[in-house]
T-cell receptor, first 111, second 110 residues
Framework: AQRVTQPEKLLSVFKGAPVELKCNYS??????LFWYVQYSRQRLQLLLR??SRESIKGFTADLNKGETSFHLKKPFAQEEDSAMYYC?????????????FGKGTSLLVTP | NAGVTQTPKFQVLKTGQSMTLQCAQD?????MSWYRQDPGMGLRLIHY???????DQGEVPNGYNVSRSTTEDFPLRLLSAAPSQTSVYFC?????????FGQGTRLTVV
């Protein structure tokens, strides 16, 4: 069964501090992992996906198959990073691109 | 391009009423899906479609119906609204694994 776990409901950091949002998953095959972000009053949007290995808005995430983790990191948090972050997994099964989301972590960056 | 458009943005229903949440996309994506977002629960998949004429159930399908007569439209029907269906509903279309979301419909059932 697919499962995505985000252990932190709320993460509060000071501006300029490093931030790490944790994501662990369980999946028997080769999953594709994503991070989606929802800023206040905006729609959900893709932040990054593991296959692209890009750095978006200073965020990076590395897929660790041994630890089944896909933690999101940024070395220096900015106030505009305050948002809801969702880790998601796509198993590419018969359900096509169905995404299995974690419960989300609310990131608050304070000045 | 408008992307994914959902209507209405807000809706209040009485228990037992029925209604349809509309979702349209102009990106010619084959895959579309509906999620509900509840506090502390994240997003849960209600129904999805891999193409016109094909739909299937997600994690929480009970109380909802869908149809996909065209590539562009994927309406979600609540047959007999219940207070447990109070939620924010998101429609999404996907291409190459990336989901594009609508702005959401905030539904309250009283």
């Amino acid at each position: 069964a697919q499962r995505v776990t985000q252990p932190e409901k709320l993460l509060s950091v000071f501006k300029g501090a490093p931030v790490e949002l944790k994501c662990n998953y369980s999946y028997s095959g080769s999953p594709e992992l994503f991070w989606y972000v929802q800023y206040s009053r905006q729609r959900l949007q893709l932040l990054l996906r593991h296959i692209s290995r890009e750095s978006i808005k200073g965020f990076t995430a590395d897929l660790n198959k041994g630890e089944t983790s896909f933690h999101l990191k940024k070395p220096f948090a900015q106030e505009e990073d305050s948002a809801m972050y969702y880790c998601a997994l796509s198993g590419h099964s018969n359900s096509g691109y169905a995404l299995n989301f974690g419960k989300g972590t609310s990131l608050l960056v304070t000045p | 391009n408008a992307g994914v458009t959902q209507t209405p943005k807000f809706q209040v229903l009485k228990t037992g009423q029925s209604m349809t949440l509309q979702c349209a996309q102009d990106m010619n994506h084959e895959y579309m899906s509906w999620y509900r977002q509840d506090p502390g629960m994240g997003l849960r998949l209600i129904h999805y479609s891999v193409g016109a004429g094909i739909t299937d159930q997600g994690e929480v399908p009970n109380g909802y119906n869908v149809s996909r007569s065209t590539t562009e439209d994927f309406p979600l029907r609540l047959l007999s609204a219940a207070p447990s269906q109070t939620s924010v509903y998101f429609c999404a279309s996907s291409y190459d694994g990336e989901a594009f979301f609508g702005q959401g419909t905030r539904l309250t059932v009283v």
